[in-house]
């Protein structure tokens, strides 16, 4: 069966955890410490999801702020994203909205294939300042995905990928 290639972009606040997720799901694992991504970097994994095999190319991106603009880069040739807070930080979930405006304007679109991922659920429930259904009703309103998950325990990883590439299918079907 032909290998199909997909390429989706990790979007979200500096520190939420977009490196911790994308290198968990591509190495297994999650480098030790704070590392800042520069600019963006590349990751490549061949996964089979649904009795399909796919050549995914993972964009991890720098980080985004509220008043960032969105480098048309983050477009081109992109089938989805994933769109990462941190469940710590009601910051970084205010930030995903505004990206999601950013992205929208940037496809001419009013919906793309996106998961929306609560990351850190493995800290102390005391620095939650994201509810699940705070965030669930976000996801509502996009038709999206939505994960909690912990890049670092390793918890829930995969299925962000699972569910993108989902939502990819779906609307390349639709379209
Ligand atoms: P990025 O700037 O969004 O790429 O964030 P990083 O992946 O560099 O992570 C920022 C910091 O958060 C690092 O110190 C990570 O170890 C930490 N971190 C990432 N994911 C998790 C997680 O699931 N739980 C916890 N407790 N810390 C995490
Ligand atoms: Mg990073």
Redesign the pocket.
């Known amino acids: 069966m032909a290998l199909k290639a997909r390429k989706v972009v990790v979007l979200?606040?500096?520190?939420?955890?977009?490196?911790?997720?994308t290198t968990q799901y591509v190495e297994g694992q999650?480098p030790p410490?704070?590392?800042?991504?520069v600019a963006h970097a590349n990751y490549r994994k061949t996964v089979h999801v649904r009795g399909q095999d796919y050549d995914l190319e993972i964009l991890?991106t720098a980080?985004q702020y509220e008043t960032s603009n969105l480098d048309p880069v983050y477009g081109l040739g992109v089938d989805g994203y994933i769109f990462?807070f941190s469940i710590n930080s009601h910051a970084s979930f205010n930030t995903i909205k505004t990206i999601n405006e950013k992205v929208l304007n940037l496809w001419g679109t009013s919906t793309v294939p996106v998961v929306l991922v609560g990351?850190?659920?493995?800290?102390d429930q005391q620095f939650r300042q994201v509810s699940p259904e705070e965030a669930r009703e976000q996801s509502m309103k996009w038709g999206c995905p939505f994960v909690e998950?912990?890049?670092?325990?390793n918890l829930n990883v995969e299925v962000i990928f699972d569910k993108l590439i989902e939502q990819i299918e779906k609307s390349s079907s639709a379209g």
């Open positions: 979200g606040y500096p520190g939420v955890g977009k490196s911790a997720v999650v410490g704070y590392s800042v991504t991890d980080g990462v990351n850190k659920v493995d800290l998950c912990s890049a670092t325990k």
